[in-house]
């Protein structure tokens, strides 16, 4: 796993932190979705303009990530922007974005 984290220059706590979303642990369905994006990604502070797009995922949707109630057309909807920003990164570093994303929906949205 070191030898994949130096290769794309990711730390092993966001290599580990995108392994415990992949396989759904310490999940909480109980969690519910703000109606807004809990800070934009477009609009970041001062303070976070030194994260990654990953690090800004994980810092202000992590516990949504977590719960498992945060799917990638949540995400497209509340902040674009930062989506586009994860998709970009990944590309220009050869991830797959499938592992830092949140998962496809999996229902349908209720309106």
Request: net charge positive.
């Given at each position: 796993?070191?030898?994949?984290?130096?290769?794309?220059?990711?730390?092993?706590?966001?290599?580990?932190?995108?392994?415990?979303?992949?396989?759904?642990?310490?999940s909480?369905?109980?969690?519910a979705?703000?109606?807004?994006?809990?800070?934009?990604?477009?609009?970041?502070?001062?303070?976070?303009?030194?994260?990654?797009?990953?690090?800004?995922?994980?810092?202000?949707?992590?516990?949504?990530?977590?719960?498992?109630?945060?799917?990638?057309?949540?995400?497209?909807?509340?902040?674009?922007?930062?989506?586009?920003?994860?998709?970009?990164?990944?590309?220009?570093?050869?991830?797959?974005?499938?592992?830092?994303?949140?998962?496809?929906?999996?229902?349908?949205?209720?309106?």
């Amino acid at each position: 796993m070191d030898e994949l984290c130096a290769e794309y220059d990711i730390s092993p706590e966001l290599a580990a932190e995108a392994t415990r979303r992949l396989l759904r642990l310490d999940s909480d369905p109980s969690l519910a979705l703000p109606d807004v994006a809990p800070a934009l990604w477009s609009r970041r502070e001062e303070v976070d303009r030194e994260l990654t797009p990953i690090e800004f995922l994980n810092k202000y949707w992590g516990k949504y990530l977590e719960a498992g109630t945060l799917f990638q057309r949540d995400l497209r909807e509340l902040d674009k922007s930062l989506f586009t920003a994860i998709k970009s990164y990944c590309q220009y570093r050869k991830l797959n974005p499938i592992h830092f994303l949140p998962p496809p929906a999996r229902r349908k949205k209720k309106k």
